[in-house]
């Protein structure tokens, strides 16, 4: 009895864990929750979802699915509350493929079983690789996200300039436009925008991390990746793009100086497309890759992107890999495509996208010219959170900090991000 | 002198019983779990139970007070906070004096401004703030004819806004508070000093400060403890910290080591830290009041 008393104390000292989440149960009818992630202008995208609902629910007698819109900025909020208490998470998720990691060591999703899907196979391998943690897959890429380089084909003309065809041609060429317009950003280039940055760094043949037996080790002091910092931090100066103003901005920020014609280029995704056709620089602008080291060649692009997966908790893991296969198959991508100008992650349905539309083409081909990832492992969460790679190249942007210590500074935080 | 009865204390101690059950629900028990939390390796993984708990005993904390930043972020902080407790302090204490000299419509004026601001929810505040302060299309800049200067780059630019915008809406329940110290005190005694001489320098020295002092003890901590935790403001208005973190304060640097990085047995750390500091601080101010003959 003593011993007994001894364990509930015990017991009763230690912080609260939630348990195991729910198995065995798989059942086919009731309610499906899924979780999407909202947009600045949700309308196509909630048509395109509501016409796979209802395919859904004609295909699936007694099922209803239920769809709830989260914000991006708050997902980090809600997906830790979801795997806490298994009962108010959804069955299906939307979430971006850096998270993913994270979420699979937090117990969130499950594995999913695609060997009997006919359209895996078209998954382009490296897309499909974002969506894998230990050569397992837990969530099927739904739409990927690269970067290439937007430029103003009016003032380029205007100066007699030809869009940069390496790498080391960006700072000079943005620096001769400010001079000769003092009103323009020679490049809109932001001190917190990692993804525009770490191509110059892959460009350079540095990285964030290389794997070390199954241990991720920093790589971002190594002589190449400084190289590649040293590149990217130049354009934020007083003669291309003046820290005050672009120290402190992301992408989203970095590419809202080009929409509203204040920069002659910038780095953005082929997300962001239509909302530059909607703004000051609609119609006078083109896309070209972001050119690497040598002539011609094309730096490597982050492979970002949204991944659909299956909560390890659902009580209905066959309708939801299901209904992930559906809204993540080729039809809907497709559709997905024509509703937001999502990149498809199939490549045939790249091919035919690219070849509807032209203006796709420089992402197609930087996807095809090879791309990189950040560290897949949980500790890359921690990494983002502590914001150890844009403070690192705001530290060296504004000077607060020599490259080389600002770079030890950050490779011996993410070795201690890594060791945990 | 009256004998205390026996069976008092238990008396004493049943009417008290209600309030101790709420202080011990709603503070004492979260205190215990976030001590508890500190002790532990607590991540994601072990919250969803996915991993099992491994007690570390201090270490959470060797690992913080090992961290140089730390150290520069609480040194921030404490500096930070000590600007605007003084700001708070001098402006609301100075608009209570001026409220209890002007006549009523410009007083009802004075009150009307400054219960706006004091309700004005801090999202907004802040949110308000920056689009005032806005490089490109702010108010002020265009009123200073400084279009393009941007109010959030430099650090110590960056941290004088924030630091104005917590005043801006710290001051009002100082100037409230102390309006009604002065509004109470008799007028009597106002008068014999003034029949003895007193200059308003003198009487407001030695006859209206040691009247408020009790009032001014409150305010002063209420203002310490407010601005020693200060979130908002400054996640908002510098967009997460500053440019490379230079205009991080404690409570924000947690939740980014933390609570984003889903460390919670550090985040609980530092707040367990945050908490004896500030109940230091505290106690410290007591006993210096205690010490210079004034009983709270």
């Known amino acids: ?420 | 002198m009256m004998r205390a009865h026996k069976g008092d204390g238990r008396i004493a101690f049943a009417y008290l019983t209600p309030a101790l059950l709420v202080l011990v629900g709603l503070m004492g028990y979260p205190i215990y779990q976030l001590v508890l939390i500190s002790l532990f390796d607590y991540g994601q993984e072990q919250v969803s139970g996915g991993a099992p708990l491994t007690f570390l005993g201090l270490e959470n904390y060797a690992t913080l007070f090992s961290d140089t930043k730390f150290w520069s972020v609480l040194g921030q902080t404490v500096g930070f906070a000590a600007v605007c407790v003084l700001g708070t302090l001098v402006v609301g204490a100075a608009l209570a004096v001026l409220a209890t000299r002007v006549r009523t419509w410009a007083r009802t004026v004075l009150f009307l401004a400054a219960l706006g601001a004091w309700a004005t929810p801090t999202v907004a505040g802040s949110t308000i703030w920056l689009f005032l302060f806005d490089a490109n299309f702010g108010f002020v800049n265009e009123l200073l004819g400084t279009t393009g200067f941007s109010w959030t780059y430099d650090r110590w630019v960056a941290f004088g806004l924030v630091a104005a915008q917590v005043i801006w809406c710290s001051f009002p329940f100082v100037m409230v508070t102390l309006y009604a110290g002065i509004k109470a005190i008799p007028g009597e005694v106002l008068e014999a000093a003034a029949l003895d001489g007193a200059s308003a320098l003198r009487t407001a020295r030695s006859v209206m400060l040691p009247l408020l002092r009790p009032l001014l003890i409150v305010v002063t901590i209420q203002s310490i403890i407010w601005d020693f935790k200060v979130f908002t403001q400054i996640y908002i208005m510098t967009n997460g910290g500053g440019i490379a973190g230079r205009n991080l304060v404690l409570n924000v640097y947690a939740y980014q080591q933390a609570f984003a990085a889903s460390e919670y047995g550090l985040g609980a750390a530092i707040g367990v830290v945050m908490t004896l500091l500030l109940l230091l601080v505290t106690l410290g101010y007591l006993r210096a009041l205690r010490k210079s003959g004034e009983a709270l």
């Open chain 1, 1 to 420: 009895m003593a011993a007994g008393l001894a364990v509930t104390v015990l017991a009763g000292c230690a912080p609260v864990q939630s348990g195991p989440a729910a198995t065995g149960a798989d059942q086919q009818t009731g309610q499906l929750r899924v979780w999407l992630f909202d947009e600045v202008n949700r309308g196509p995208k909630e048509a395109v979802v509501k016409e796979a609902v209802t395919e859904f629910q004609n295909a699936h007698q007694g099922v209803t699915v239920d769809v709830q819109y989260i914000q991006v900025q708050a997902r980090a909020e809600r997906f830790k509350a979801a795997f806490s208490d298994p009962k108010s998470a959804p069955d299906v998720a939307e979430f971006g493929n850096t998270d993913l990691a994270g979420y699979v060591a937090g117990g969130g999703f499950g594995e999913l079983d695609l060997s009997s899907w006919a359209d895996a196979k078209d998954l382009l391998p490296a897309v499909l690789d974002t969506g894998k943690v230990d050569g397992k897959v837990y969530g099927v890429p739904w739409y990927v996200g690269v970067r290439a380089l937007y430029y103003r084909t009016d003032v380029f003309t205007e100066l007699g300039l030809k869009p940069p065809t390496k790498l080391d041609d960006i700072a000079p060429l943005a620096r001769q436009i400010r001079a000769a317009k003092p009103d323009l950003l020679g490049i809109s280039a932001g001190g917190k925008y990692t993804y525009g940055a770490m191509p110059f760094v892959w460009a350079n043949g540095g990285d964030i991390a290389r794997k070390d037996g199954d241990k991720f080790v920093a790589a971002i002091d190594s002589p190449e990746s400084k190289a590649g910092l040293r590149q990217y931090t130049e354009l934020i100066a007083d003669d291309i793009c003046p820290p005050a103003q672009c120290a402190g901005n992301g992408g989203d920020a970095s590419v809202e100086a080009f929409r509203a014609g204040k920069a002659a280029m910038t780095i953005g995704g082929d997300f962001n497309r239509k909302s530059v056709d909607a703004s000051a620089a609609a119609g006078k602008y083109g896309i070209v890759p972001l050119p690497g080291k040598t002539e011609g060649s094309v730096a490597p692009a982050f492979a970002g992107g949204n991944l659909l997966g299956v909560m390890k908790g659902s009580e209905r893991k066959s309708l939801a890999t299901e209904f992930v296969k559906l809204l993540g198959g080729k039809q809907y991508q497709r559709k997905m495509f024509d509703a937001m100008g999502n990149m498809p992650t199939f490549g045939d349905v790249q091919a035919d996208v690219a070849k509807a539309n032209p203006v796709v083409e420089p992402f197609i081909k930087t996807l095809g010219a090879g791309t990189k990832f950040v560290p897949v492992t949980a500790n890359w969460a921690k990494i983002d959170a502590q914001a150890l790679l844009p403070n690192l190249i705001q530290e060296v942007a504004t000077g607060g900090n020599g490259l080389d210590a600002a770079a030890k500074k950050a490779a011996d935080a993410m070795n201690a991000a890594f060791a945990s």
